[in-house]
């Protein structure tokens, strides 16, 4: 193993603040890590990192050769990027995390023809619709839907999904079609939270400029989008979901749009990832064919 592969380790150990995990996303074995690490030190003559039974920190000159390394390694990667002039060569690792639904109904359709045209890459796919930590858990880039939490990743904007209010045909057999959002009090909700808390489940709709919400009984409450389309389907309350996952559903007639005056706000969608500067071109390139796969569910 050369001095920069033990960098490359180095860089995602410090990144991840553990052995197991870099070991896990690099594809090797936690041995072969405290290895490098160890050889790394010795060659340096430093110690870079502190360990302890709970974690692993930087030291003082980890934290300074982490900051050299890093900037070694992406310009390492862009020069040898530019050389390649056929996107069938590139190639390596891409760990890349998505929403559920979009994961499910947009992006692995799509992935196989991707894949054919790079075929020296592999993807390693999260989906979940759990916020993970783009930078500790060592993701390249992730796809957010929904308002952004103040972050230090690097934010592109795609668009918007609109929301459909939906129900099942048997749901509304048994209560009725509501008209207007006041109609609401005899209905039933499905509860989506991604955190489950006991709080109230809220209707929300746009009335000309002015957002409003209005509390619905909830039966359930659920945390994932499948659950959540499971549940509507099952007849179980009215959902407000992205229209790209509900479209099939809606055109078999085995989900019906409710209240299509009453959208709630559409959803923001964005493309979050580290940082701009050390941006292989890989992961520039997987990017760019993302944005254009969701483009067309998108609205302005």
């Given amino acids: 193993m050369d001095r920069t592969e033990r960098m490359r380790i180095f860089v995602r150990v410090a990144e991840l603040g553990s052995f197991t995990q870099a070991a896990d996303s690099l594809g090797l074995s936690k041995a072969g890590v405290s290895s490098a690490i160890r050889e790394l030190e010795g060659s340096l003559g430093a110690r870079l990192l502190q360990r302890t039974t709970r974690k692993v920190q930087m030291t003082p000159d980890g934290h300074l050769f982490y900051e050299r390394s890093r900037d070694m390694l992406a310009e390492l990667d862009e020069l040898q990027a530019m050389f390649q002039h056929d996107d069938a060569a590139l190639a390596g690792r891409l760990r890349v995390d998505l929403p559920i639904g979009a994961a499910r109904n947009i992006v692995i359709p799509a992935l196989p023809a991707f894949l054919r045209a790079h075929p020296r890459l592999r993807v390693e796919l999260s989906s979940t619709d759990r916020r993970v930590d783009a930078v500790r858990e060592g993701f390249d880039c992730v796809l957010r839907v929904g308002a952004l939490e103040n972050s230090s990743l ?13 129900a099942s045909p048997d749901y509304l057999a048994r209560h009725g079609t509501p008209r207007t959002p006041a109609d609401l009090h005899a209905h039933w909700l499905v509860d989506y939270a991604p955190v489950l808390a006991d709080r109230p489940a809220l209707f929300e709709y746009m009335e000309g400029s002015t957002r409003r919400t209005c509390e619905v009984p909830a039966a359930l409450a659920v945390n994932n989008s499948d659950a959540y389309q499971a549940a509507c389907l099952a007849g179980l309350g009215i959902t407000q979901a992205p229209r790209a996952g509900m479209a099939d559903l809606l055109a078999q007639g ?13 959803m923001p969608v964005t493309l979050l990832y580290p940082s701009r500067r050390h941006l292989s071109k890989r992961v520039r390139r997987f990017m760019d ?11 302005p």
């Fill in 154 to 166: 690097v934010a592109r904007p795609l668009g918007h999904f609109e929301l459909v209010n939906c």
């Fill in 254 to 266: 085995r989900l019906v749009q409710v209240l299509a005056d009453y959208q709630a706000p559409p």
């Fill in 289 to 299: 064919w993302l944005a254009e796969t969701v483009q067309p569910w998108l609205a």
